[in-house]
């Protein structure tokens, strides 16, 4: 089949648009979370998987084409049942595959998705996407495809536009359904607004109604919401069978819903009052269209600022979970204080005078500093460690095992959520965190190394 000219992708400027376009005009789409078997092929030649793995619920649920079994001349060999299709991959110059979908009976459910280009898997970092939409053309099913870099910025827009949780690994979203939930969560708060902006009174909506909370107040917020849901009075961390994996949740599920609910709400008043003042009045159409051209500049600082917005909170949401946590467990800590070289760490277990005077392996204080990403910020915690122990705490997924390595040199402990280092269901790491002697999870963190000091720290 040939898709040369049935496919107009060559004016998007950026990933973000494309990924905008496919959900625009693709019936539904599919998205993985790549693990690090999905990548591997791409990058080792002794790699024995080939392409990306698609579980059994994927591959039997009317996404892809039906599989027929292939003719093989052992008669007795057990069935492989495959099916071609056509795939176009917009990143790569609009190259055009015959990707194959091949399900090895004789491997139980084992299925891969292969005949694709090595060059847009092999440089992605861990917990990269990869997606596929559906489209018919010309009476054809055909499968447009991109990948994207879990340190990319497309990765916030992806996990925004369909609410991906914290521990999302594949997934099949049927577009028209995504863009009416959407669509019925704005609607149904516009009629508030109008109505708050009729009567005059849009200023003080903005300042009730639509009021963003602090960072302080929603990340209590969110915990309240996480033990109402499992039925608990506190997050000691002693008490739970995951804290690792109870702080991502928080911060990165609940707590991200919250606010993005709210920051919906507040960007929705904004453009009213930046577009029609609060004083209600009748405007003509010509009125509206030469109040949004004039109001353009200013609507692109409130989305500039928006961004931005989302950014910090996420890093304090994370230092307000954990003090919360260690304030429930009793684990002594002081917070930002002020070290002999000027840094400030988020925490110092259990004070910076204990820290400084007691050098004892096992009763020792300790540097915990926590970052929701890491990238290259994790190198600005060296200075806070000076002859202490220093553990540094991440929700963070896409961390090469160069970086581990890296920090392993230097003495840092990292302290990762407990799903990250658990085997995931492609029969492999879902991550580079796996098989470091420096990575532990915060359960271990808190059994193996704060409880056995804390009888000396009190």
């Known amino acids: 089949m040939n898709l040369q000219g049935e496919f107009n992708f060559d004016g998007l400027s950026s990933d973000t648009e494309l990924l905008l376009k496919l959900f625009e005009t693709s019936d539904r789409v599919l998205v993985k979370k790549l693990s690090n078997n999905d990548r591997d092929w791409a990058r080792f030649p002794n790699k024995h998987q080939a392409g990306v793995y698609i579980p059994q619920e994927q591959r039997e649920g009317g996404f892809f084409p ?23 991959w917009p990143q790569n110059g609009n190259e055009e595959k015959q990707s194959r979908l091949v399900h090895y009976t004789s491997k139980g459910p084992e299925t891969h998705l292969t005949r694709l280009p090595k060059s847009l898997f092999r440089d992605l970092l861990p917990a990269s996407f990869f997606l596929m939409a559906r489209q018919e053309r010309a009476g054809d099913t055909v499968f447009i495809c991109m990948t994207i870099d879990s340190a990319s910025d497309e990765v916030a827009y992806l996990e925004d536009l369909l609410n991906l949780a914290p521990d999302f690994i ?3 979203f049927d577009t028209g359904v995504v863009k009416q939930q959407e669509q019925e969560g704005i609607l149904g708060f516009a009629d ?20 963003m909370p602090t960072t302080l107040e929603l990340a209590r917020i969110a915990r309240s ?23 991502r949740e928080i911060s990165r599920r609940i707590e991200w819903d919250l606010f993005r609910e709210y920051q919906r709400q507040q960007r929705a008043v904004q453009l009213v009052r930046i577009v029609f003042g609060d004083e209600p009045k009748a405007f003509n159409a010509i009125e509206i269209m030469r109040r949004l051209t004039d109001s353009l500049a200013e609507i692109d600082k409130l989305m500039l600022s928006a961004s931005q ?23 002594p800590f002081e917070k930002q204080v002020i070290l002999e070289n000027k840094k400030r760490p988020d925490f110092v277990l259990p004070s910076l005078s204990y820290a400084k005077k007691v050098k004892a392996a096992n009763q020792k204080g300790l540097i915990l500093s926590a970052k929701t990403t890491l990238r290259e910020r994790w190198k600005q915690v060296e200075r806070e460690k000076g002859d202490r122990d220093l553990y540094l705490t991440t929700v963070d997924e896409n961390i090469p095992a160069s970086t581990i390595e890296d920090m392993a040199r230097i003495d840092i402990q990292l302290v990762v959520p407990e799903g990250l280092l658990s085997e995931s269901k492609d029969k492999g790491p879902k991550n580079e965190y796996a ?24």
């Open 170 to 172: 594949v997934g099949e």
């Open 435 to 458: 098989g470091h002697p420096n990575v532990l999870t915060f359960k271990e963190f808190c059994e193996r190394v704060v409880r056995p000091r804390m009888r000396f720290w009190k």
């Open 225 to 247: 919401k996480f033990m109402a849901i499992y039925g608990r009075k506190d997050i000691n961390p002693f008490e739970l069978e995951c804290p690792g994996d109870a702080l």
């Open 66 to 88: 039906e599989l027929s079994v292939k003719e093989r001349s052992d008669p007795g060999a057990k069935p492989i049942r495959e099916s071609f299709f056509p795939t176009v």
């Open 309 to 331: 917005q989302r950014k910090s909170r996420a890093g304090y949401s994370y230092e307000h979970h954990i003090e919360a946590m260690l304030g429930a467990a009793f684990i």
């Open 192 to 211: 508030q607004i109008v109505a708050a902006w009729q009567r005059g009174e849009i200023g003080l909506f903005a300042s009730t109604s639509a009021k």
